[in-house]
């Protein structure tokens, strides 16, 4: 069958074996990802369309096309969009963020899954003093953490850098409730 494309450029990881053997191959696709050179695509063979993961890709700027292969599997080719215009989403009352106080502390918490990052990151803020602000690094948008910060008193300022392979965001720690 013809390929999708006539030019492609970038490496191919075939998740297929994986998948038959009943594993999830998400963590093996994001190493693939955050391995690539600046535009350089991915081209994905599965056992399905992987629906779920253009959304994924889209935030971390692919675009995708998509065809069914012989056997009933799928290739999908990831490349790189134009660049992301990232957007700041802040929390209530974060809006003057580029006033805060340079971070005290950074950490790095794209290695970790989300458990252990947010466990991680609220022990660190947990011994912070109200009006410090914190850097934090993911691997992707945490989607639960925005919440629980404002929750937890917090204000917070986020974003997407400008390669689409990471989540910054800043935090600035709030009254503790004793």
Same mark, same amino acid.
């Given at each position: 069958?013809?390929?999708?494309q006539?030019?492609?450029?970038?490496?191919?990881?075939?998740?297929?074996?994986?998948?038959?053997?009943?594993?999830?191959?998400?963590?093996?696709?994001?190493?693939?990802?955050?391995?690539?050179?600046?535009?350089?695509?991915?081209?994905? %063979? @599965?056992? &399905?369309?992987?629906?779920?993961?253009?959304?994924?890709?889209? /935030? =971390?700027?692919?675009?995708? $096309?998509?065809? *069914?292969?012989?056997?009933?599997?799928?290739?999908?080719?990831?490349?790189?969009s134009?660049?992301?215009?990232?957007?700041?989403?802040?929390?209530?009352?974060?809006?003057?963020?580029?006033?805060?106080?340079?971070?005290?502390?950074?950490?790095? %918490? @794209?290695? &970790?899954?989300?458990?252990?990052?947010?466990?991680?990151?609220? /022990? =660190?803020?947990?011994?912070? $003093?109200?009006? *410090?602000?914190?850097?934090?690094?993911?691997?992707?948008?945490?989607?639960?953490?925005?919440?629980?910060?404002?929750?937890?008193?917090?204000?917070?300022?986020?974003?997407?850098?400008?390669?689409?392979?990471?989540?910054?965001?800043?935090?600035?720690?709030?009254?503790?409730?004793?």
């Amino acid at each position: 069958m013809a390929a999708l494309q006539t030019s492609f450029s970038g490496r191919t990881l075939d998740v297929r074996p994986i998948l038959r053997n009943g594993g999830e191959p998400f963590h093996a696709i994001m190493e693939a990802v955050q391995s690539l050179a600046p535009g350089e695509g991915l081209r994905l %063979l @599965a056992t &399905f369309q992987p629906a779920p993961l253009f959304k994924v890709m889209a /935030s =971390r700027g692919f675009s995708h $096309e998509v065809r *069914e292969i012989e056997g009933g599997d799928w290739e999908v080719l990831f490349t790189p969009s134009a660049p992301l215009v990232s957007t700041v989403s802040l929390s209530v009352g974060a809006e003057e963020a580029a006033g805060w106080p340079e971070p005290l502390w950074r950490l790095d %918490l @794209a290695g &970790f899954e989300a458990p252990d990052a947010m466990a991680r990151l609220f /022990s =660190r803020l947990d011994l912070m $003093e109200e009006g *410090e602000v914190l850097f934090a690094l993911f691997a992707r948008e945490p989607m639960l953490l925005p919440a629980e910060l404002e929750r937890r008193g917090h204000q917070w300022a986020g974003n997407t850098d400008e390669t689409g392979t990471a989540y910054r965001m800043l935090i600035r720690v709030g009254a503790q409730d004793d």
